[in-house]
């Protein structure tokens, strides 16, 4: 039986340091049907030449250039010039595994369709990593390795985007990269979940992940954190708020402001808690701050938990369960 065909869909822009990593990379992936439609978003750099180079010697590379500007169009453009029956993404300063389209291949192939292949994945800097990056690859690799990334979607992206595969006919069903929402990959995460694509357990690690100071993810306006939030919002009105039931918040610092504002803004009533003596029983945007335990008193309340601090967290889970509350029907966290 010939092996269906893999297209990686690759955006690129000045990435001539990281760029020749990458490909080499994709060349030595044990799976060798695939193409790698590469799509250079108006670079400055050599990297334009250096994909060139690479595709005048192997017909599996595709060099294109972006038909608009910026990652979005990048990635439709690249995906108009695809054929494969399995679409996936790879970021230019990334690196694959040798084994990673071979394992997710194989997995799609065994499960079918309305999966989601995903993998492991192992940050790397050349100055080291902060504890940040290390907390998220440690939670995002517990969550991969029994498949459950959607359980805890409202915090963070669970896809990561350099590592995914799925069925072309699935893609397509669920948008694919037809969105001009961002954070782009997040968005397409939520949009997996909306479609209720399940995520295949991978307990191994398929893709070395870059971070470096000026990487588009830490230095562009589409990623920063109150566009992470909006999305969350939109998306949980939309796929799990039940408006039957009284809302709340709780934790009124930055990051529950910012959401009151938002819920404010859209006319979502809701009530606000917290466990922060100095602001109980005060008001910020006319919105009144009860103690933690006025949710008892609430007749089956949904909750949004914006507390980041770990052990917090922790304690608000132990008591959600007292109380026989179900995360991602009863309670959310939003950090």
């Not at 300063?93 to 394992?103: E, G, H, N, V």
């Not at 805890?152 to 969105?179: Q, T």
């Not at 917090?312 to 026989?324: C, L, R, V």
Request: aromatic content about 14%; some cysteine.
């Amino acid at each position: 039986m010939p092996q269906p065909l893999v297209s990686i869909v690759i955006p690129f822009k000045n990435t001539d340091t990281f760029i020749n990593e990458c490909i080499r990379s994709i060349l030595n992936q044990t799976y060798r049907n695939w193409e790698a439609i590469f799509v250079d978003d108006n670079s400055k750099d050599k990297s334009y030449r250096i994909v060139e180079n690479y595709r005048k010697s192997d017909s599996r590379i595709k060099l294109y250039r972006n038909n608009g500007n910026g990652i979005i169009e990048a990635l439709k453009t690249a995906y108009k010039h695809s054929n494969g029956s399995y679409i996936t993404r790879m970021d230019s300063d990334d690196l694959m595994i040798p084994i990673r389209l071979k394992t997710m291949v194989m997995s799609l192939e065994n499960k079918g369709k309305k999966h989601l292949a995903v993998g492991q994945v192992k940050y790397f800097r050349a100055d080291g990593l902060s504890d940040g990056f290390a907390r998220y690859e440690e939670w995002l690799n517990k969550l991969t390795v029994k498949g459950n990334n959607y359980s805890e979607i409202y915090k963070e992206c669970v896809i990561p985007s350099p590592c995914w595969m799925l069925h072309r006919e699935d893609f397509d069903a669920c948008g694919g990269f037809n969105s001009e929402t961002y954070p782009e990959d997040y968005d397409l995460a939520f949009r997996f979940y909306k479609t209720e694509y399940k995520c295949i357990p991978c307990d191994k690690v398929l893709l070395h992940w870059r971070d470096y100071s000026t990487r588009t993810s830490r230095t562009h306006e589409h990623y920063a954190e109150n566009s992470f939030l909006d999305l969350k919002v939109d998306y949980f009105l939309e796929l799990n708020y039940d408006a039957s039931r009284p809302l709340a918040i709780w934790g009124a610092g930055k990051k529950g402001k910012t959401l009151a504002k938002i819920l404010l803004k859209k006319n979502i009533p809701f009530y606000w808690i917290c466990d922060n003596p100095k602001k109980i029983g005060k008001h910020i945007y006319g919105q009144k701050l009860f103690n933690f335990d006025y949710l008892a008193e609430l007749n089956n309340p949904q909750s949004i938990v914006t507390v980041a601090n770990t052990e917090a967290q922790q304690e608000i889970t132990s008591y959600f369960e007292t109380q026989k509350m179900k995360s991602m029907i009863d309670y959310f966290f939003f950090c």
